[in-house]
């Protein structure tokens, strides 16, 4: 797993021109044109394009020839909100993927410094190791060798030296724990999006109800 790249959030770049429901023939021939880039902000933060927060959403329908409809704003802003919590979802599972193998990472490297330090004292170490289901049975490692064979996954498994496993697991660590804290921040930052994607729904359409009756008194 590695932090969202362009590839990752490329569902967001191509986002169409939709309502809440299935326009007619004469709709279709009045609705404005409306991409990503009318709702999102110019500068994306590592490929997640960022959600514009409509202050003035009578002047912002009206930017567009015609005007947007509410129907058709709150529409664009629904689909985009889907395609963030698509991605909060990829990227929470990014998150418990690190947090569950970080501690496995230090697990390793704690017991082959401790091998490391038998090897440098010239002492052997006693364990217990699994025979079957509740069936252990004692062991006696010879440290000397300064041999320890790591498992890599995908049925790999390479042998190195006590060093190399430090240097090579103490790597492993530091990008974890270094892209651990970058998914976190794509995370807080996709959630803000989905928050302001929410709020600006909720505006649309209360605008959209205000304006109605606003119309209505007129006609009045």
Same mark, same amino acid.
């Given at each position: 797993?590695?932090? %969202?790249? %362009?590839?990752?959030? !490329? *569902?967001?770049?191509n986002l169409p021109c =939709? ?9 279709e021939e009045e609705a ?9 902000? #110019?500068?994306?933060?590592? +490929? ?17 020839? %015609? ?5 058709? $704003? ?7 909100? +889907? ?6 979802? &990829?990227?929470? *599972?990014? &998150?418990?993927?690190? *947090? ?5 990472? #230090? ?26 289901d509740t069936i252990y ?5 010879? =440290? ?29 660590? #530091?990008? +974890?724990?270094?892209?651990?804290? *970058?998914?976190?921040?794509? $995370?807080?930052?996709? &959630? ?7 709020? !600006?729904?909720?505006?649309?359409? !209360? ?5 109605? &009756? ?7």
């Amino acid at each position: 797993p590695s932090p %969202p790249t %362009p590839s990752d959030t !490329n *569902q967001l770049a191509n986002l169409p021109c =939709c309502a809440m429901s299935a326009p007619s023939k004469e709709d279709e021939e009045e609705a404005p044109s409306m991409s990503l880039k009318d709702i999102t902000e #110019e500068n994306d933060y590592r +490929a997640i394009p960022q959600v514009k927060f409509i202050e003035d959403i009578g002047k912002f329908s009206k930017s567009f020839k %015609p005007p947007a409809s509410a129907e058709l $704003l709150i529409g664009a802003f629904s689909e985009l909100f +889907a395609k963030y919590k698509n991605l909060e979802s &990829r990227l929470a *599972q990014k &998150r418990l993927t690190y *947090q569950e193998k970080i501690p496995e990472i #230090e697990k390793s490297l704690s017991l082959v410094r401790f091998l490391k330090t038998k090897k440098d004292k010239d002492e052997t170490l006693v364990t217990r190791y699994n025979l079957a289901d509740t069936i252990y049975s004692k062991a006696e490692v010879d =440290c000397a060798s300064g041999i320890v064979h790591l498992w890599l996954g995908a049925n790999v498994m390479l042998e190195y030296t006590y060093d190399e496993a430090i240097d090579f697991l103490s790597s492993k660590q #530091e990008s +974890a724990k270094s892209e651990l804290e *970058q998914v976190v921040k794509d $995370l807080t930052f996709t &959630r803000n999006q989905i928050i302001t994607s929410e709020v !600006n729904m909720s505006r649309i359409y !209360n605008w959209d109800v205000r304006t109605k &009756r606003a119309n209505k008194v007129v006609q009045l």
